[in-house]
């Protein structure tokens, strides 16, 4: 654990096993229940949109407002009403049952141009690393978003904890 943190610390990313291990990972029952949201949150700083924004509650900040998010689960439907609102840009709804070979990917993404549905996009890793290729799915662009665009990318199965953000070609 003690690396795992100091990686953290040079890098700012954290491990998929130190994700595991502070409960920020679904169950693999729930993963295979439908869409279900990951939320990456770390930081002990004040901060609440993404709890004020799940109509379902499953997003709660118990105690301080300094405390990081807790997830129920069970209580997520995957509506993906929490990412946009997020500052931090560190939640995502994954399906890991979309499809037989792939998963998606709802994402965070603040740059232009914004992809569009059927375009092949770079994925890359919460690093920034390209792991991959996807497919966008789906956009959703609206006002009430704050200029944060929540992007649905489909990637291969296996990708579903690894991709955490896109890079798009200007003319597709």
């Known amino acids: 654990m003690a690396r795992a943190l100091a990686a953290h610390q040079r890098t700012g990313v954290?491990?998929?096993?130190?994700?595991?291990?502070?409960?920020?990972?679904?169950?693999?029952?729930?993963?295979?229940?439908?869409?279900?949201?990951v939320v990456e949150c770390i930081e002990n700083i004040p901060c609440n949109p993404c709890a004020a924004a799940c109509p379902r509650?499953?997003?709660?900040?118990?105690?301080?407002?300094?405390?990081?998010?807790?997830?129920?689960?069970?209580?997520?439907?995957?509506?993906?009403?929490?990412?946009a609102k997020c500052p931090g840009l560190a939640i995502f709804v994954v399906n890991t049952g979309y499809s037989k070979t792939e998963a998606t990917v709802t994402?965070?993404?603040?740059?232009?141009?914004?992809?569009?549905?059927?375009q092949r996009v770079t994925c890359l890793d919460r690093a920034g690393t390209p792991v991959g290729r996807g497919q966008?799915?789906?956009?959703?662009?609206?006002?009430?978003?704050?200029?944060?665009?929540?992007?649905t990318v489909a990637v291969s199965k296996k990708l579903w904890n690894v991709v955490r953000s896109i890079r798009v070609k200007r003319g597709r």
């Open 14 to 37: 954290l491990p998929e096993k130190e994700l595991a291990r502070r409960g920020l990972l679904p169950p693999k029952e729930r993963l295979a229940a439908g869409p279900v949201v």
């Open 136 to 151: 966008v799915v789906k956009v959703l662009d609206k006002k009430v978003q704050n200029r944060c665009a929540v992007v």
């Open 57 to 83: 509650r499953a997003i709660t900040i118990d105690g301080a407002l300094t405390d990081t998010p807790k997830i129920d689960f069970y209580k997520c439907n995957g509506c993906t009403a929490c990412i």
């Open 107 to 118: 994402l965070p993404y603040e740059f232009l141009p914004r992809p569009e549905p059927g």
